[in-house]
């Protein structure tokens, strides 16, 4: 089977930020793309908030990403991965063109905003319909402008909404949201805001841009059109993480939970960007997740590779263990170094606060200081020790 070091499932902001990050740290990265690349933004012509950059489109950005992951010469993959599987340790990479090993991987698989399904919406991305806020708020100064939905996220994006647009309309199929009450409450306050009961839209209609939505009322069936410049959806944002779906700890609706350092449950499966349960989807939070991701990543291989050449392959050998954030303990470490280089003795020395998963792999962490005995990778024996005389007795 293939065997990589790094491989990346997804080319958008945050996938070839691992890939640009993951390259220069010097790891073989493999980025796997089912579709273009460059992620979301390729649907969008507006791109005003990556920093540097006043204004770009976003297929023009997608390709800067692009080329910039190329001159790291980052291979790129057009291919669909099904699953990630963990074989007796190893994790592998299932796509519909073969099965690749990988030392770690940074899922960065991105969401999609559900569609309304209304005619007029997919040839109006872009053009007036929008399901971001923050990426396209700003586009309509002094117009007015529709939300549809009526959950949190339509509600408080329709307050925001109203820093740039004279009026917001929340469009929405019942007769009250379904928001939280603080939400609704400061929406409902803000004299822009003006809530459009029982009712979905019909069409978007406008040549070009957004002119006008064509709503009807779902108790009275009666149709009518509301002129706007733009139309926010929000009836919904999800997740691509079927890959990962039972393998990684993700929220209900399937969003990755991860640390500040994009751990996921699963050690050495990182996952960065969208697909990620976290405040802001934004180019920049994905790019920075993935920055982060990378170095984890590459941390990671080389504690592994490092680790498992010193502990885990030779058919015997005995390390020292402690936790370096313990001055005592890092006392005795040095002695024990000490003694063994007098005494020619091999003696790996592991730092378990930097190596914490090697430690807890071995089961050691509570009985740090210690001398530890390993037979092919297997825990033979452990010896704690206290002080420089229980070092001594060790090594003698
Ligand atoms: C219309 C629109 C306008 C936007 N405007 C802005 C803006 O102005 N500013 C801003 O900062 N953000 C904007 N955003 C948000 C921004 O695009 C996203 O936050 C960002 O793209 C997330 O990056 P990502 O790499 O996490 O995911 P994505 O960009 O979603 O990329 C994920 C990639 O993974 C691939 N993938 C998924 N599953 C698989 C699989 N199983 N196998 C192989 N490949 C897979 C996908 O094909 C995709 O290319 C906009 C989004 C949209 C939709």
Redesign the pocket.
């Known amino acids: 089977m293939e065997k990589r070091e790094l491989v990346i ?7 070839m930020a691992a890939a640009i990050y993951g390259r220069r740290a010097g790891l073989d990265v493999l980025l ?10 390729n ?2 012509e ?5 920093p540097g950059v006043q204004h770009t489109t ?1 297929p023009e950005l997608g390709n800067m990403f692009r080329d910039h992951a190329l001159k790291f010469n980052t291979e790129i993959r057009p ?3 099904k699953k990630i599987e963990l074989r007796g340790g190893a994790k592998v990479v299932v796509t519909d063109k073969g099965e690749i090993e990988a030392d770690a991987i940074v899922v ?4 999609y ?1 559900r569609r309304l399904g209304c005619p007029g919406e997919a040839e109006h ?2 053009q007036g319909v ?3 806020a923050v ?2 708020g700003a586009f309509f100064e002094d117009e007015e402008v529709a939300v549809v939905g009526g959950g949190n996220t339509a509600v408080e994006e329709g307050d925001y909404l109203t820093k740039f647009a004279s009026k917001v309309y929340i469009v929405h199929r019942r007769d009250e949201f379904r928001a939280d009450r603080a939400a609704i409450e400061r929406a409902l306050a803000n004299p822009k805001i003006v809530p459009v009961w029982n009712s979905v839209v019909e069409k978007i209609e406008g040549d070009g841009a957004v002119e006008k939505i064509v709503l009807k009322n779902v108790k009275t069936n009666e149709i009518s059109d509301l002129p706007v410049a733009g139309v926010f959806m929000f009836v919904g944002q999800a997740p ?1 993480d ?2 990962v779906k039972g393998l990684v700890k993700a929220t209900k609706e399937g969003w990755i939970l991860t640390n500040e350092d994009m751990e996921t449950s699963v050690e050495g499966i990182f996952a ?4 990620r349960s976290k405040h802001l ?6 790019a920075s997740d ?1 920055a982060v991701a990378a170095m984890g990543a590459s941390a990671y291989i080389n504690e592994q590779l490092h680790l498992r050449s010193v502990l885990l392959e030779p058919e015997s050998v005995t390390a020292f263990f402690y936790t370096s954030i313990d001055a005592n303990q890092a006392h005795l470490s040095n002695e024990a170094e000490k003694l063994a280089k007098a005494r020619g003795k091999k003696l790996p020395i592991i730092d378990g606060y930097k190596n914490s998963r090697m430690i807890e792999k071995l089961d050691v962490s509570s009985r740090l200081p210690a001398f530890v005995e390993l037979r092919s990778g297997a825990v033979a024996k452990v010896t704690p020790v206290a002080s420089e005389a229980d070092v001594a007795k060790v090594l003698a």
């Not at 960065?272 to 697909?275: I, K, L, N, P």
């Open positions: 499932i997804g080319a958008g902001p945050a996938g796997l793309e089912r579709g273009a690349t460059g992620g979301q933004i649907t969008t507006e791109i005003e908030n990556w976003g291919v669909d991965v960065a698989t991105g969401a905003f991305i872009g929008s399901y971001c990426c396209d691509y079927e890959c960065a960007g969208d697909v989807r934004q180019v920049v939070t994905a993935g």
